[in-house]
């Protein structure tokens, strides 16, 4: 199926595998590529060292096409780009909006750039910037995430922009992709459905916590780090709701302390990227600690498999998955699947 997603990056199927905090690494990523499809490392949780050598693994692993997602106000993220550029990286996936001189520095060097937005005005202003094209995650995505629902969100910015849309939040089957298509998508981004696979390497007990979920188990909270996160509902959520002020932040302070010796990024260097994360937005400081904390209640389930010590971020879609398929597998059928959902609706109308 070719779309303007395929084209622009070079892959065979409409369809991403998105940057997810030390889920997306590179066996997930590499399996993605080799399906057909395209896979985005995520480098947040990586140092800069770590970073090059993850982008080599993949090159090892396949020769298609795959991207890699930073966050865009990191203090580090000019290092970070130019070893996209160095080792041939296709595209570049921002978390947050990406600068216009970032964006015009990795389009002069051929990278395509696909910045993740949750709002129309981000996807016009990343749009008049030179960005290639937009994921649009709606509300019911994982992770952090908006409010508006991506049957609302998508339309509206696939009519805001002249650049290609990808459809994020709440796809995991080829009647989403087909549905995101006539919405104007070019394709369909998913995170929770490949954290679901057999390529994930993601522990088997955090693996089984999601497939036991309901779609009532999937709840957005703030108790994290202060900004709207969407995990499945357990035990630790809801002692973070219920815990006072003084003790989250001391359990903070210790977690950044443990991210800060695994990122590599000096304090100094943390405190910046606190500083961008505040400006022109209403935190506080010890929500952009809390921030920091983030990194290390993911990597406790999904590296460590402590389903009762981290959180588990996830879109409501893990309350209809109950499968582990192989990412080939998994691309096969969304697209099978697809074809079969529009020769049915091509035979309806003749
Ligand atoms: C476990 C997990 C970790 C995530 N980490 C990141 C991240 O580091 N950067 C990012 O841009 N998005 C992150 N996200 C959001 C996803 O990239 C994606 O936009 C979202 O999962 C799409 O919704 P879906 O889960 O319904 O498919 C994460 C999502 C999950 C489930």
Redesign the pocket.
């Given at each position: 199926m070719e779309t303007a997603l395929t084209r622009l990056v070079g892959v065979r199927h409409p369809i991403v595998q998105?940057?997810?905090?030390?889920?997306?690494g590179p066996r997930l990523v590499s399996a993605t590529a080799n399906a057909g499809a395209l896979g985005?490392l995520?480098s947040?949780?990586m140092d800069t060292d770590r970073l090059r050598e993850a982008i080599r693994e993949v090159k090892s692993r396949t020769g298609a096409p795959f991207g890699v997602?930073l966050?865009a106000d990191a203090a580090d993220a000019g290092d970070r780009v130019r070893i996209m550029i160095e080792e041939g990286v296709r595209v570049a996936?921002?978390?947050l909006a990406p600068s216009a001189e970032l964006i015009a520095e990795l389009k002069e060097a051929g990278v395509v750039v696909i910045p993740?937005i949750g709002a129309r005005r981000h996807a016009e202003k990343v749009a008049a910037w030179g960005a290639d094209a937009v994921?649009v995650?709606g509300g019911?995505?994982?992770?952090?995430?908006g409010e508006v629902a991506t049957t609302v969100l998508l339309p509206q910015v696939v009519d805001a922009v002249d650049i290609p849309v990808v459809a994020?939040?709440?796809?995991?089957d080829g009647r989403g992709l087909v549905a995101a298509l006539a919405y104007g998508a070019a394709g369909v981004?998913?995170?929770?459905?490949?954290?679901l696979t057999s390529d994930s390497t993601v522990p088997d007990a955090v693996k089984a916590a999601y497939l036991a979920a309901t779609v009532k188990d999937v709840t957005v909270t703030r108790a994290v780090d202060g900004l709207p996160h969407?995990m499945l509902r357990t035990e630790l959520v809801d002692a973070l709701e219920h815990s006072g002020r003084a003790r989250t932040l001391l359990q903070a302070i210790h977690r950044a302390a443990g991210f800060r010796r695994l990122s590599g990024l000096t304090w100094p260097r943390m405190i910046r990227d606190g500083l961008a994360m505040k400006h022109g937005k209403e935190l506080t400081w010890s929500q952009v600690l809390l921030a920091a904390n983030t990194p290390m209640l993911?990597k406790a389930s999904?590296v460590d498999g402590r389903t009762d010590l981290g959180v588990?971020?996830?879109?409501?879609?893990?309350g209809v998955i109950d499968d582990l398929p192989s990412c080939a597998e998994l691309v096969a059928r969304v697209m099978k699947e697809a074809e079969e959902v529009l020769w049915t609706l091509v035979r309806a109308d003749s």
């Open positions: 998105t940057g997810m905090g030390w889920v997306a985005i995520a947040a949780t997602n966050r996936s921002f978390a993740s994921i995650q019911e995505g994982g992770g952090h995430t994020a939040g709440g796809f995991f981004a998913m995170g929770t459905r490949f954290l969407r993911l999904m588990m971020a996830s879109g409501q879609v893990a």
